[in-house]
């Protein structure tokens, strides 16, 4: 899309900031600035929701040998609502929101995005998403506005070598692994007394947790190239495990897992050659009058 008049509304804005909202620290405004960035404002993107908790039908386990991780599958208790699918919709609504905002400002994007999810009242979840529009000095703009998680700085850094921000994703995930007699063994030590026997590892936890962070991981990348991005960076993984009822082996237990993750993707672009070459030493006087 080609630029507007350089005597447009939207030109002055991105200039001058509106007044409204932060546009960032001083060396966050110049550091945009020099890869043709110009900050226009704070953009907000909420929702605030109730949370019902997952509830499994099935571990998958019948007994004997050992428990396999079961991924997805969660319910949310008393419906037949998919819970990584539910919650995802959710955090996404926030994230649709951010843009609308970006779009209402005219805005190309928006930059150093911050997620705070706050409990309120126990079932009420807050979700706030904060970051800096910016509008792009080019001849062409963005048909859809990028999100990213990426500070100002870091977005410099990574357009100077040939990595533009796409968009800001996430994604949830449950997984569920029986107690087997392995597990309820090792667990019994870790819960005992004896302080030498608590640095055990339970290796069917780890394996529950290891494969709930790789769906997750792999989730986001797909996310990424539906995009067209070709990578995404991820922010760290938010798991929660906790002991539920098995449904499969009555008197057994369950744990039952469920992460949250967000992602940054990237594209890559073709940089300019011919850039401006760094000196190892900066001189602080004019050295051609010392010579004389």
């Given at each position: ?74 319910l ?48 009420l ?27 100002a ?12 921000p ?58 990424a190239?539906?995009?067209g ?24 237990t ?7 993750a ?31």
């Amino acid at each position: 899309m080609p630029l507007r008049p350089p005597d447009s509304a939207r030109r002055r804005a991105a200039r001058l900031g509106d007044g409204i909202g932060p546009l960032g620290p001083v060396g966050d405004v110049a550091a945009l600035r020099g890869v043709g960035l110009d900050p226009v404002g704070e953009v907000l993107g909420c929702v605030a929701s109730t949370v019902a908790p997952p509830h499994h039908a099935s571990c998958g386990h019948r007994g004997g040998g050992t428990a396999p991780v079961r991924l997805g599958g969660a319910l949310l208790q008393g419906t037949a609502v998919p819970f990584p699918e539910r919650e995802q919709l959710s955090l996404r609504t926030a994230v649709d929101r951010l843009r609308a905002e970006v779009v209402a400002r005219d805005a190309d994007g928006a930059v150093g995005v911050t997620v705070s999810i706050e409990r309120r009242d126990g079932a009420l979840r807050e979700v706030v998403l904060a970051g800096t529009a910016v509008w792009a000095r080019s001849a062409v703009r963005p048909a859809r506005p990028f999100l990213t998680a990426l500070s100002a700085a870091d977005v410099a850094g990574s357009m100077r070598t040939g990595w533009a921000p796409v968009d800001l994703h996430v994604t949830a995930q449950v997984a569920v692994r029986h107690e087997d007699a392995d597990v309820e063994q090792l667990d019994a030590l870790v819960q005992a007394r004896d302080a030498r026997r608590r640095n055990l590892e339970i290796p069917g936890f780890t394996d529950l947790t290891n494969q709930l962070r790789a769906s997750v991981r792999e989730r986001l990348r797909v996310a990424a190239r539906l995009v067209g991005a070709d990578g995404v960076l991820v922010a760290p993984i938010t798991v929660h495990t906790h002991r539920v009822e098995c449904l499969t082996l009555i008197g057994r237990t369950d744990r039952l897992s469920f992460a949250v993750a967000w992602g940054s993707s990237l594209a890559r672009f073709a940089v300019r050659s011919g850039g401006i070459a760094a000196r190892p030493v900066l001189p602080l006087v004019d050295v051609s009058a010392v010579a004389r």
